[in-house]
T-cell receptor
Framework: GENVGLHLPTLSVQEGDNSIINCAYS??????FIWYKQESGKGPQFIID?????DKRQGQRVTVLLNKTVKHLSLQIAATQPGDSAVYFC????????????FGTGTRLKVLA | DVKVTQSSRYLVKRTGEKVFLECVQD?????MFWYRQDPGLGLRLIYF???????EKGDIPEGYSVSREKKERFSLILESASTNQTSMYLC????????????FGPGTRLTVL
């Protein structure tokens, strides 16, 4: 939504540079992780996911790294573009049990021209 | 193109009114979710449903109820709206089983006066 970026940490990146957005997740038993992008006035949009048996996954211009030792997830965006400006947040899920996801609060990415 | 739609983008209601938020998905997904999104708090799960007529409480169900009479439709009901229910409401759906991303609707910005 349009207010989702308030009170969030902001990462400002020059257009063309690489961006790294970090997420500390909460549960060491989580099996599955997703990065979402949320532009102002829109719902979250899937970017990339990773399973807990992997430590790296690449998509188009995006890479997700998972470090289970320190419960840390990162999203790397290569050659950041103005259209990448948005709020990014991670989600974790434990597959056994319910279908509940736990969402991080997010980071606002600002791309400077 | 897969789609989750929500009945209203913006809604203004008065305290004590009954409010209906509708969500429809066209992906034949088994699971549907209602979240609220508030600045600095991330997405918080209100209710979810993993099948028609089935529902499970999320983390903050108080003051809300849901209805799932058809697979494609999941309704969120505020029986008696209060000012602290002013928020962005997001609906999502996903396939059954694990390792499935959630697809989100555009959100409904509800203001309760």
């Amino acid at each position: 939504g349009e207010n989702v970026g308030l009170h969030l940490p902001t990462l400002s990146v020059q257009e063309g540079d690489n961006s790294i957005i970090n997420c500390a997740y909460s549960n060491s038993a989580s099996d599955y992780f997703i990065w979402y992008k949320q532009e102002s006035g829109k719902g979250p949009q899937f970017i990339i996911d990773i399973r807990s048996n992997m430590d790296k996954r690449q998509g188009q211009r995006v890479t997700v790294l998972l470090n289970k030792t320190v419960k840390h997830l990162s999203l790397q965006i290569a050659a950041t573009q103005p259209g990448d400006s948005a709020v990014y947040f991670c989600a974790e899920m434990i597959l056994s049990g319910t279908y509940k996801y736990i969402f991080g609060t997010g980071t606002r990415l600002k791309v400077l021209a | 193109d897969v789609k989750v739609t929500q009945s209203s983008r913006y809604l203004v209601k008065r305290t004590g009114e009954k409010v209906f938020l509708e969500c429809v998905q066209d992906m034949d997904h088994e699971n549907m979710f209602w979240y609220r999104q508030d600045p600095g708090l991330g997405l918080r799960l209100i209710y979810f449903s993993y099948d028609v007529k089935m529902k499970e409480k999320g983390d903050i169900p108080e003051g809300y109820s849901v209805s799932r009479e058809k697979k494609e439709r999941f309704s969120l009901i505020l029986e008696s709206a209060s000012t602290n229910q002013t928020s962005m409401y997001l609906c999502a759906s996903s396939s059954a089983g694990g390792y499935n991303e959630q697809f989100f609707g555009p959100g409904t910005r509800l203001t309760v006066l």
